[in-house]
């Protein structure tokens, strides 16, 4: 077991100055924290000049650099593709490569970064020390082992990248069969009848019901496991969460019932990303939509619950109604009269069946997916765990 600091030297990073315009107008990738969410920097926001380079912090690193998140995120890590600049969030690693593999390296710091977060300290931005880092104590074998160490878990890692794209592309097939199907809304080539959105409300529950402003819930009224309070972290793009909610007692859900929740309802974001939906699907009988929410209720017979879902969210950008507009507030929010009021086309009820058909057999291909990359997940971690105590 050696530290870091033994085998890697150090580099920080630096902002230019925000408030010269030109210097965010180059070809020079700047990245920060933000930018860094998988083993390699795919993207970056910010482009500087060579003016800003030498007039600030920041520091140029070449192709195959280890970047650590050393402030906010903390913990993340990640390869550099090519030559790039960073923040102060972020600290350039360079092992000295007669001793350390850059990708064991990559590997091990991944490991640590549970015991990176826990070290944070800060008021308002939480970091680590450079200390920090250069005390970590990484097993040294061989080169050559750990070359072959750092094989096993890229090709795992790589499995898992697989199966992460593959769900990302579910989405793109999605709406690429709604357009083929439906056409695009804003210009409606197909010439369905259009409507206003309450003409298709359902005929046996409330068309619309925001979350219990009356009523609002306090953080005590809240139970380890009861009735589930649906959220804003339970709406995903089309997608509905079950898990992450909160829970009342069977007896304060007596009193919200109005704000109940069944199967086919549309859970709609009123707040925060405004607008967001999903069909609710949810396991439990009873359950109820938290204040940042709409449930929305359509007649069946006319407009079914994922036709409505997958418009907006495949074409509510280009769609008036559902996004905050008319003001630069950061947190905007979405009321059922705006909502009554959209004008939606309204394909037959067949077509809109065999759309619904096709989200099923996406749904359960999507379970087995993310059943799969859980198994992945989790051999993944064991693999990590071996590697690092020599097991491997």
């Given at each position: 077991m050696i530290t870091l600091g033994a085998l890697c030297s150090f580099l920080n990073g630096g902002t230019p100055s925000r408030r010269v315009a030109r210097y965010y107008q180059g070809d020079v990738p700047w990245i920060t924290g933000a930018d860094i969410s998988g083993p390699r920097v795919d993207t970056a926001r910010s482009f500087i000049t060579e003016e800003a380079i030498s007039h600030s912090a920041t520091n140029r690193v070449p192709a195959g650099t280890v970047l650590l998140v050393?402030?906010?995120?903390?913990?993340?890590?990640?390869?550099?593709?090519?030559?790039?600049?960073?923040?102060?969030?972020?600290?350039?690693?360079?092992?000295?490569?007669?001793?350390?593999?850059?990708?064991?390296?990559?590997?091990?710091?991944?490991?640590?970064?549970?015991?990176?977060?826990?070290?944070?300290?800060?008021?308002?931005?939480?970091?680590?020390?450079?200390?920090?880092?250069?005390?970590?104590?990484?097993?040294?074998?061989?080169?050559?082992?750990?070359?072959?160490?750092?094989?096993?878990?890229?090709?795992?890692?790589?499995?898992?990248?697989?199966?992460?794209?593959?769900?990302?592309?579910?989405?793109?097939?999605?709406?690429?069969?709604?357009?083929?199907?439906?056409?695009?809304?804003?210009?409606?080539p197909m010439r369905w009848r259009v409507g206003r959105l309450d003409n298709y409300f359902s005929k046996t529950r409330p068309g619309t019901c925001c979350g219990p402003?009356?009523?609002?819930?306090?953080?005590?009224?809240?139970?380890?496991?009861?009735?589930?309070?649906?959220?804003?972290?339970?709406?995903?793009?089309?997608?509905?969460?079950?898990?992450?909610?909160?829970?009342?007692?069977?007896?304060?859900?007596?009193?919200?019932?109005?704000?109940?929740?069944?199967?086919?309802?549309?859970?709609?974001?009123?707040?925060?990303?405004?607008?967001?939906?999903?069909?609710?699907?949810?396991?439990?009988?009873?359950?109820?939509?938290?204040?940042?929410?709409?449930?929305?209720?359509?007649?069946?017979?006319?407009?079914?619950?994922?036709?409505?879902a997958s418009l907006y969210t495949f074409c509510g950008e280009r769609l008036p109604g559902l996004r905050a507009s008319g003001d630069e507030n950061a947190y905007s929010f979405l009321n059922t009269t705006r909502l009554k009021s959209l004008v939606v086309p309204l394909p037959p009820l067949d077509v809109q069946r065999r759309f619904a058909a096709i989200v099923e057999s996406i749904r359960e291909q999507r379970i087995r997916h993310r059943a799969h990359l859980a198994e992945l997940d989790i051999l993944f971690a064991s693999l990590q765990s071996r590697a690092f105590r020599g097991d491997l």
């Open positions: 050393t402030r906010t995120s903390v913990g993340k890590v990640a390869l550099t593709p090519r030559e790039l600049c960073f923040s102060q969030d972020i600290t350039a690693i360079t092992p000295d490569p007669n001793l350390l593999d850059t990708s064991y390296l990559v590997h091990f710091l991944r490991t640590k970064q549970p015991h990176l977060e826990r070290l944070a300290r800060g008021a308002t931005i939480k970091g680590v020390t450079r200390e920090a880092v250069a005390n970590l104590a990484i097993p040294l074998p061989p080169l050559a082992e750990q070359e072959r160490i750092a094989g096993i878990l890229d090709a795992a890692d790589a499995l898992r990248a697989r199966r992460r794209e593959a769900l990302n592309q579910f989405d793109a097939l999605l709406q690429s069969t709604f357009l083929d199907m439906f056409g695009d809304p804003v210009t409606n402003f009356g009523s609002a819930l306090k953080k005590r009224e809240y139970v380890e496991d009861g009735i589930p309070v649906w959220g804003i972290d339970n709406v995903k793009p089309n997608q509905f969460v079950q898990e992450r909610s909160l829970f009342i007692t069977p007896t304060k859900f007596a009193q919200l019932r109005r704000y109940s929740v069944e199967p086919g309802d549309i859970l709609i974001s009123r707040a925060g990303t405004v607008g967001r939906m999903c069909v609710a699907v949810p396991t439990v009988e009873e359950s109820i939509i938290g204040s940042n929410l709409i449930r929305l209720s359509l007649d069946q017979s006319a407009m079914l619950p994922v036709y409505f």
